[in-house]
C-alpha cells in the first residue's frame, strides 16, 4: 500500500506524517518501522533489502521514503509501482506501507501517486476561515485561549506560515493562557505585507475571495490610497477601460464624494 502526503504547507504535512507514524507504532510495533533517505549513500540498497525480508513476528512494516523525489520520476516509478495495490506486476509482500510525503506535485511519470488505490491527501496553504479555524485548533491543543482579534492578527502576521505560527503559539502557551489582541504588542510582532501575492484575490471571480482579500488589506494597517494606487496601477496594464474605473474612482475621492476606503470595499463587491 502507498500513502502520499503533499503540498506546499509543511507543517500540517509534517503534522500528519508524524500521526500516520505514531499510530503504525501504537497499533503495530516500532520493529517494522524503517526510514530510507534517498540522498544517503546506500538508502535504495537498504530499501530494497527491508522489502524482501519477511519476518513472522513482524507481519505489518512501515517504510517512510525521505527526498524520494530527488530520484528521476521514471526510477522512483519503478520502484514504487510494485507496491501499487492492483497492479499487474504487484510482487510487494503483504503487509507492507509505503509512506512518501513531499512538498511538489508529482510529475506525469508517477500521476499514480494521485491516483486509487494510493491514498494521496493534499496539503494547500490556508487563508481565511480555515486559516483562523486551524490557529484555533492549534491554540487549543497547548491549553491556550486566543481572543478572536488576537487570533485575527496573528493570522494576518502569519499568513501563509503554519511552522511560524505554531511556534509563536507555543511561545504565547508558555508566557500565560489567555490571550488578548492587546498582549501581542508586547512581542513587538509585525504585519508584513505581501501584496503581489495577497492582491492576486483581487482578480477573482468570486466575490467572497474578493472581499476576504480586501479585509486582509485592511487588517495590514496600510494607508488605502496606497492600496489603490497599487490596484490602478495593475489596472492599467488590462487595458483603458480597467484604468478609466479607477480614474473615476480616484476622481470621486479627491473631489470629496468617497473615501478610498469606499472605493476598495466597491472593487470587491464588482461595483
Known amino acids: 500500500m502507498l500513502i502520499f502526503l503533499y503540498g506546499p504547507d509543511d507543517y500540517r504535512r509534517s503534522q500528519k506524517k508524524r500521526e500516520l ?8 510495533s516500532e520493529l517494522g518501522l524503517r526510514h530510507f533517505d534517498f540522498l544517503v549513500t546506500g538508502a535504495r540498497d537498504e530499501f530494497d533489502e527491508f522489502v524482501r525480508t519477511e519476518s513472522l513476528f513482524v507481519p505489518a512494516r ?35 506501507t509505503i509512506l512518501l510525503s513531499e512538498r ?15 491514498i494521496a491527501q493534499k496539503f494547500e496553504v490556508l487563508a481565511g476561515a480555515e486559516w483562523i479555524s486551524f490557529i484555533g485548533t492549534e491554540a487549543k491543543k497547548l491549553g491556550l485561549r486566543l481572543a478572536l482579534p ?22 504565547l502557551a508558555a508566557w500565560k493562557p489567555t490571550i488578548e489582541r492587546r498582549d501581542l504588542d508586547a512581542f513587538d510582532l509585525e504585519v508584513a505585507p505581501n501584496y503581489w501575492g495577497l492582491l492576486n484575490g483581487m482578480k477573482s471571480f468570486d466575490m467572497r475571495i474578493r472581499l476576504a482579500t480586501i479585509e486582509q488589506l485592511f487588517a495590514l494597517s496600510d494607508p488605502p490610497a496606497k492600496i489603490f494606487n497599487i490596484l490602478a496601477a495593475q489596472a492599467g496594464q488590462k487595458g483603458a477601460e480597467a484604468l478609466q474605473k479607477f480614474a473615476e474612482f480616484d476622481f470621486a475621492v479627491k473631489s470629496g464624494k468617497l473615501e478610498y476606503e469606499e472605493t476598495l470595499v466597491d472593487l470587491a463587491l464588482g461595483n
Open 104 to 118: 511538489d506535485k508529482p510529475v506525469k511519470a508517477l500521476a499514480f501517486l494521485l491516483e486509487k488505490p494510493t
Open 21 to 28: 507514524i505514531a499510530e503504525f507504532k501504537k497499533k503495530r
Open 150 to 171: 488576537a487570533a485575527q492578527f496573528l493570522a494576518t502576521v502569519y499568513q501563509g506560515n503554519s511552522w511560524a505560527l505554531a511556534t509563536e503559539l507555543a511561545k
Open 62 to 96: 512501515l517504510a517512510v521514503l525521505e527526498n524520494a523525489f530527488e530520484l528521476e520520476p521514471p526510477a522512483l516509478a519503478k520502484i514504487l509501482k510494485p507496491f501499487v495495490a492492483g497492479d499487474k506486476k504487484n510482487t510487494s509482500p503483504s503487509g507492507l
